[in-house]
Nanobody
Framework: QVQLAESGGGLVQAGGSLRLSCAAS????????MGWYRQAPGKQRELVAH???????NYGDSVKGRFTISRDSAKNTVYMRMNSLKPEDTGVYYC??????????WGRGTQVTVSS
């Protein structure tokens, strides 16, 4: 019923920037938080950043100071600006939306590749 449309991934050189977007569509009720996770080949999926309905943010240690998450609640959209990208940032980035009842949905993922 609720679908997530992710965009903004791509290939970038180390030190470059990308901006990811995730727009939720369909019947949406009570969103608690929206965020991004990533998964590199052979590694576990990990939290990159998320933002709550109150506007508080959390970042993975490896991206603090480089990534910035934001949202447009009226548009049910979350953004993440990624600066100073490093090769270790390479992976598939998945949008995640958590609802007030703690259920959640995932996007299909967008590839981010950082070359050096």
């Amino acid at each position: 019923q609720v679908q997530l449309a992710e965009s903004g991934g791509g290939l970038v050189q180390a030190g470059g920037s990308l901006r990811l977007s995730c727009a939720a569509s369909g019947i949406i009720f009570r969103i608690s938080a929206m965020g991004w996770y990533r998964q590199a080949p052979g590694k576990q999926r990990e939290l990159v950043a998320h933002i709550t309905k109150e506007g508080s943010t959390n970042y993975g240690d490896s991206v603090k100071g480089r990534f910035t998450i934001s949202r447009d609640s009226a548009k049910n959209t979350v953004y993440m600006r990624m600066n100073s990208l490093k090769p270790e940032d390479t992976g598939v980035y998945y949008c995640n939306v958590v609802f007030m009842d703690t259920s959640n949905i995932w996007g299909r993922g967008t590839q981010v590749t950082v070359s050096s």
